[in-house]
């Protein structure tokens, strides 16, 4: 309701700016063109910028509580790099700085701290899954060989894993196996439960190949 109340006024204060641009028979008609459309500009930018202010009141909290998670989130960064260079076998402290990397968008330096995380657990799948998801991200949704590798090795401990099916089956999409990897989503996905996040994968994934 007020975001309406101030856009008629501006709406208003544009009319009462043009007006007499457009009734002066003095100003030739190139420079009159071009502060209308200076002018038509500014209102949009007004409007536009009174809108995430007064139209979505949810923005601004959400923008600080995320600026603030970010702010935890490299504090966490800073300290868990401290406690690996005192201690570099420091499981737990790798583990959480890969963690921290991927939420802050460092996917190859999430794909290294995890990397560690897979040697010193000895091959937990786990901590394996994890990095084979950073070396995904970090290619920019491409199932790389080396992510293939570590998908292979979860299960090998893990077969029903549904991550690793899901990728393993992207993958097959990459290498223009279409039939066999809609084959593998259609059973993967009749095996989820209602929920699944990976059955969201699946179905942005078809999507995307039956337009």
């Not at 641009?21 to 190139?30: C, H, L, N, W, Y």
């Not at 009159?32 to 200076?38: E, K, V």
Request: some cysteine; overall charge neutral; glycine content about 4%.
């Amino acid at each position: 309701m007020i975001y309406a109340v101030f856009t008629l006024l501006l709406l208003a204060a544009l009319a009462m700016l043009l007006a007499p641009v457009f009734k002066a028979d003095t100003i030739p008609e190139k420079q009159r063109r071009n502060f209308i459309l200076a002018v038509v500009a500014i209102f949009f930018i007004g409007a536009f910028a009174l809108y995430a202010v007064l139209g979505s009141p949810g923005i601004v909290p959400l923008l600080a509580a995320r600026n603030t998670e970010l702010a935890a989130l490299k504090e966490t960064i800073v300290r868990r790099s401290a406690e690996i260079k005192a201690n570099p076998k420091n499981l737990a402290a790798w583990v959480e700085l890969g963690q921290c990397f991927m939420e802050t968008g460092q996917f190859s330096a999430a794909a290294n701290a995890l990397k560690q995380s897979v040697v010193l657990s000895h091959g937990n799948p786990l901590f394996i899954m994890a990095y084979a998801q950073a070396l995904i991200f970090a290619a920019d949704g491409k199932i790389t060989d080396d992510a293939q590798k570590s998908l292979h090795m979860v299960l090998l401990q893990q077969p029903e894993n549904p991550e690793a099916r899901y990728y393993l089956a992207v993958r097959q999409l990459q290498d223009g196996h279409t039939q066999e990897a809609m084959k593998e989503m259609k059973e993967l996905y009749r095996s989820l439960p209602e929920g699944s996040p990976v059955k969201e994968m699946i179905d942005r994934e078809r999507g995307k190949n039956n337009p």
